[in-house]
């Protein structure tokens, strides 16, 4: 049974830090990994997909790189921002979609 | 386009009450998927349709029953409500039942007593 970990748990940094979310994941056949951003009680807002053929995928100041043979993605957030503030999930599509637990992350001004 | 849309937004329900999620997307996608969101269990699928006409169980199905109406709806039905399933209940849908990009709706917080 795939089983995906998102470490940290949380996270506060300030303002303009550079920081990196940490996923893993134990069956590495996978078809992609998508990362998303959750505000607290919304919905479920797509960031990034990488399918199992890409090493990484670029959108503004975000970056997710995927070593499928390691079990590993991460996600880098570039000049961190108060808005950036949420809780970031990763999750696989392997037979089924598979979640992490989700970093929160607070950008403190 | 509205995307992924779900009915209602919130619901409080009795013990052994019974109600239907509505979900819809219009962005001609053909595989609908249903997903529980509990604190310290992260998101779980319930039940998935890949195509039209297809149902299939997820991880956590018991409790619960799904129609998938037509290509636009997929609805989910608790027949005798229980405390265990207070949560918030995503939809989600995406072009095929493979490699590509799923996209959620803003969920359902439900609440039984």
Redesign the interface.
Same mark, same amino acid.
Not at chain 2, 98 to 107: A, K, L
């Given at each position: 049974k795939q089983e995906v970990t998102q470490i940290p748990a949380a996270l506060s940094v300030p303002e303009g830090e550079n920081l990196v979310l940490n996923c893993s994941f134990t069956d590495s056949a996978i078809?992609?990994l998508?990362w998303?951003r959750q505000d607290p009680g919304? %919905?479920?807002? @797509?960031l990034l997909?990488i399918? @199992?053929s890409q090493r990484e995928q670029t959108s503004g100041r975000l970056n997710a790189s995927l070593d499928k043979s390691s079990g590993r993605s991460t996600l880098y957030i570039a000049a961190s921002q108060p808005g950036d503030s949420a809780t970031y999930?990763c999750?696989v599509?392997g037979n089924?979609?598979t979640? %992490? %637990? %989700?970093t929160r992350l607070m950008v403190k001004p | 386009n509205a995307g992924v849309t779900q009915t209602p937004k919130f619901q409080v329900l009795k013990t052994g009450q019974s109600m239907t999620l509505q979900c819809a997307q219009d962005m001609n996608h053909n595989s609908m *998927?249903w997903y529980r969101q509990d604190p #310290?269990m #992260? =998101?779980? =699928?319930i039940y *998935?349709s890949a195509s039209e006409g297809t149902t299939d169980k997820? /991880?956590v199905p018991n409790g619960y029953n799904v129609s998938r109406l037509n290509k636009r709806e997929f609805s989910l039905r608790l027949e005798s409500a229980a405390p265990s399933q207070t949560s918030v209940y &995503?939809c989600?849908s995406k072009v095929l039942a493979?490699?590509? /990009?799923? &996209? &959620? #709706?803003?969920?359902t917080r439900l609440t039984v007593l």
């Open positions: 078809y992609n998508q998303f919304k %919905g479920l807002t @797509s997909l399918q @199992s999930l999750a599509w089924m979609l979640f %992490g %637990g %989700g | *998927y #310290g #992260g =998101l779980r =699928l *998935y997820g /991880e &995503f989600a493979g490699g590509d /990009e799923q &996209f &959620f #709706g803003p969920g």
